[in-house]
């Protein structure tokens, strides 16, 4: 039965001249199938250089969005439209405008997880992955940072000389991860490298060994000596981590699971594919506006 739906969502995809594109959470069968599985920094950057006519994003709304913004004459296509990221749509927008106006020498720094108009009131986005080189490489003293609260100071430490005024929105998958549980499984692996999100709190990035995007945790993985690895992300990465290095062994925090992400399945997948729905739609506006600050970002690269 699985096999069927693997077979048929290859054959429609020929078919389509589509590409899967697939983020690092995603359903272990979900991950199985991608043509590219990153983070969402390396899934804007294989949407702009990929020559598929329709890509589809199994992923959450603001990197289909991303996606959709960088490539306007793609398809791009979510399998659940209602796979929403909580915090990306913790902006207010008339706020953002007032703290704006209060701040008229600060530049906007917007998190990719935010909304398209979120992104055409910032000067630069920027993803976990190069949070920290975004910032440094800002003109400005004073920088609006939008909206995790958790990578916000997570920067700020790392570049003490700008002001950093911090939106106060959480992941709530990430915020939930308690430094006890942690603690916990150091004390049970003492010998266990600690890898955690920056979305995480600043007490559990504190007591980490490395705090780092999702493919950042991939590529360390790969390279470090270290045979064992507590996660303090989404819990599905291990299933990427195990697979490509099954030799080690991975600690996940059992409950950090992200609902959005676990809306894409393989039936969803296959009737995307069928269907060629739904579609990411945007208004030109806002596209040719959230481009700018997608489009600086993307000139800066990642720094993991
Ligand atoms: P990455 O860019 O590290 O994959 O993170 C995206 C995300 O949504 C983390 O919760
Ligand atoms: Fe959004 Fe958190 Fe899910 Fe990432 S893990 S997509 S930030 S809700």
């Given at each position: 039965m699985k096999n069927d739906i693997i077979k048929k969502i290859q054959d429609l995809k020929l078919k389509n001249n589509a590409v899967i594109l697939v983020h690092n959470y995603q359903l272990p069968e979900v991950q199985d199938i991608a043509d590219f599985l990153g983070d969402s920094l390396d899934l804007a950057k294989k949407a702009q250089n990929t020559?598929?006519?329709t890509i589809i994003f199994c992923g959450v709304d603001f990197m289909a969005e991303s996606a959709k913004i960088l490539n306007p004459d793609k398809n791009v296509i979510i399998?659940?439209?209602?796979?929403?990221?909580p915090m990306a749509n913790m902006v207010n927008i008339p706020n953002l405008l007032k703290l704006k106006k209060e701040h008229p020498d600060a530049e906007v720094v917007a998190?990719?997880?935010?909304t398209a108009e979120a992104k055409t009131h910032s000067d630069i986005c920027c993803t976990s992955a190069n949070g920290v080189k975004v910032v440094k490489s800002?003109?400005?003293?004073?920088i609006i940072f939008i909206p995790d609260q958790n990578l916000g100071a997570y920067i700020q430490k790392q570049v003490p000389d700008k002001e950093m005024i911090i939106w106060?929105?959480?992941?709530l998958t990430h915020h939930k991860i308690r430094k006890q549980d942690i603690l916990k499984l150091k004390k049970e692996h003492p010998k266990a490298e600690v890898l955690v999100h920056p979305e995480c709190k600043p007490e559990v990035i504190y007591i980490a060994d490395y705090a780092f995007s999702t493919n950042g945790m991939i590529n360390h993985v790969k390279e470090?000596?270290?045979?064992?690895f507590i996660i303090g992300t989404e819990k599905e990465i291990c299933y990427r981590l195990k697979k490509e290095n099954p030799k080690k062994e991975f600690y996940p925090?059992?409950?950090?699971?992200c609902p959005n992400m676990k809306k894409i399945t393989l039936d969803k997948v296959l009737k995307s594919l069928e269907t060629l729905e739904p579609k990411i739609k945007l208004s030109d506006e806002i596209m040719q506006n959230a481009k700018k600050p997608l489009q600086r970002m993307m000139d800066i690269g990642r720094i993991d």
């Open positions: 020559d598929a006519e399998p659940d439209i209602t796979a929403q990221c998190y990719i997880n935010t800002l003109s400005s003293k004073k106060p929105g959480i992941c470090s000596d270290a045979k064992k925090i059992k409950y950090a699971i």
